[in-house]
């Protein structure tokens, strides 16, 4: 028997597509519960998700591979608004916009529902969440708090 | 030809609507229609068109086919103008380009958007809008549905950074509410008083549902010709213009949403001859209270002041030394995107402001923001004498 694990704050229809993505290397490490990212193949540089060429020495050749999955908090806000029909959350959630050591900067909710809340310029630690089967980079506030919703198939 | 001869002849604006109905080319025809017979021209005095319309959400927006669709006969100039909320102000540089160089006489500016759909709201509308793939789909499976997260993000990291307060928001929203009182196009008409304010509910902390603009249906058009002998009697004339696009990269230990826009206001100013003390009245892009605030700094509109300062002092409201968003902006009176503060910088500048008119308002800044604020431009109108 699988056990599936629920998302505790949005609908599986919002599940990122995976194959043929442009994200998808990212997919592929969150799913072996590593946090892979972009850089330069030739000088290294941290890259935007969707960076083609690199902006300090203009190769063309990015490497995806797994970085430390720690960072500090660049912004938050608190959603108060949740979409009938996309967001199953009963509470408000928190967004971050997160500067990691790797020298990238990621969105990310928080792994289960958050007891507290960090500020800006607070640490964080990268976890993963199921959405819909596929892994997502989420900030793991409450490392001991188990997933939220467990559902059997 | 020189670029001062350039003027904006012709206005035309559909009621903006806050309900579902008609598509983006029935709007469209519309506004042009308006447009055409404020400046006293037929299609056949028409030699360029330009149109531009909002990404995303639906699949039915403007575009070139509305040449044929809008009864135009054969044109010099006919493009789909796009950056984002930047467009309407590039809109204005692309015919003004035109008219300088000779390749068209009189080019009709269109933009059009109708988000509001049957069986839903606005935020809605936005929420299930940007799909499942690249950075968006990411992002969207991170919670942040609509534009307001985007933006919410980008306020708490100012306000972090600048010192802004909840109260600056507060004194924006209403201030911004005072002008739209004045204006019978705009869509929300009453007072509202900080304890008002403060009744709207958080949608993204900070940003309350009175923090954020009021998507429409509708559509404006723009009549731009370089012929002094046609047109409405009160010539705009396009005086400079000017465009900053930062190029950012989002990576620790540094900012990804500030600085860039200044300077488009310089080379604005400079073409004009001005300087920001000849400015009578300034009509910003505010699909956010913050973005608002924000703008006025960046744009060195504040003598120095903080926004906050500025804007509680009452400088940016009726009476004030800089009289900001006139029409209510697009806080209080719509969000046609670029086309809401160009609509309302013509009709100052016509003196046609009604109850909000601006007494000898003859300069007008329009500012033009897109994207998570990549995009700059601002214009620098004048009446003709």
């Known amino acids: 028997m699988t056990v599936l694990t629920a998302d505790w704050l949005l609908s599986d229809t919002l599940a990122p597509q995976v194959e043929g993505d442009p994200l998808a290397p990212l997919y592929a490490g969150s799913d072996r519960g590593e946090l892979v990212l972009p850089f330069c193949a030739a000088c290294a540089l941290p890259l935007d998700l969707d960076q083609q060429v690199c902006d300090g020495c203009g190769a063309a050749e990015i490497t995806w591979r797994a970085v430390e999955p720690t960072g500090t ?81 | 030809m020189t670029a001062s001869d350039v003027a904006l002849v012709g206005l035309g604006m559909t009621a903006m609507s806050l309900s579902p109905g008609r598509a983006p080319q029935e709007l469209a025809r519309e506004a042009l229609g308006l447009a055409l017979a404020d400046a006293g021209v037929t299609h056949g005095d028409v030699d360029g068109l330009l149109v531009g319309s909002s990404q995303g959400i639906r699949p039915d927006r403007l575009g070139v086919a509305f040449a044929a669709q809008g009864g135009f006969s054969d044109l010099r100039l006919l493009e789909h103008v796009e950056i984002k909320g930047a467009t309407t102000i590039a809109m204005i540089q692309r015919a003004a380009l035109a008219i300088e160089t000779g390749v068209a006489r009189t080019v009709v500016c269109v933009f059009a958007d109708a988000p509001l ?15 499942q793939s690249g950075v ?33 928001l507060c004194a924006m929203a209403t201030t911004t509410r005072a002008w739209a009182l004045g204006n019978p196009a705009a869509v929300v008409r009453t007072p509202l008083d900080a304890e008002g304010y403060l009744a709207s509910p958080l949608i ?32 705009v004339r396009v005086r400079g213009s000017g465009r900053e696009h930062p ?45 608002t605030l924000m703008l006025l700094e960046e744009y060195g509109l504040t003598d120095g002041r903080t926004a906050g300062e500025f804007v509680r002092a009452g400088e ?37 402001g009604g109850e909000r008119q601006v007494a000898g308002a003859s300069t007008a800044l329009v500012g033009g923001i897109g994207g998570r604020l990549d995009h700059h431009a601002a214009l620098l109108l004048e009446r003709a004498a």
């Open chain 2, 204 to 235: 993204a902390e900070p940003l309350r549902r009175l923090d954020c603009a009021r998507p429409v249906n509708g559509a404006v058009a723009v009549v731009v010709s370089g012929d002094t002998g046609l047109g409405h009697p009160v010539r």
């Open chain 2, 117 to 131: 759909v049957a069986g839903k709201g606005a935020g809605s509308a936005y929420a299930h809008s940007g799909g």
């Open chain 1, 73 to 153: 908090v660049h912004s938050m806000t608190v959603m108060h608004r949740r979409e009938p029909g996309l967001v199953v959350a009963a509470e408000p959630y928190p967004i971050l916009d997160v500067e990691l050591a790797s020298g990238h900067r990621l969105i990310m909710t928080t792994r289960t529902h958050p007891s507290s809340l960090p500020r800006i310029g607070d640490p964080v630690a990268v976890a993963f969440r199921n959405l819909g089967g596929v892994a997502i980079p989420s900030a793991d506030l409450d490392p001991a708090a188990p997933p939220t919703t467990e559902a059997s198939s």
């Open chain 2, 247 to 291: 190029v950012r990269h989002r990576r620790a230990g540094a900012e990804s949403w500030f600085g860039g826009g200044r300077r488009a206001v310089d080379d604005a100013l400079a073409a004009a001859g001005m300087s920001r003390s000849d400015l009578d009245v300034a009509e910003l892009y505010d699909p956010f209270s913050v973005v």
């Open chain 2, 316 to 352: 940016t409201g009726p009476g004030g030394r800089l009289p900001t968003n006139t029409g209510g902006g697009q806080l209080s009176g719509f969000y046609l995107q670029g086309m809401t503060p160009l609509a309302e910088a013509v009709i100052q500048l016509r003196g046609d």
């Open chain 2, 136 to 168: 968006r789909g990411l992002e969207r499976a991170s919670g942040m549905l609509g534009s307001v997260p985007t933006y919410a993000l980008l306020a708490q990291r100012w306000m972090h950074l600048s010192g802004a307060t909840a109260d600056d």
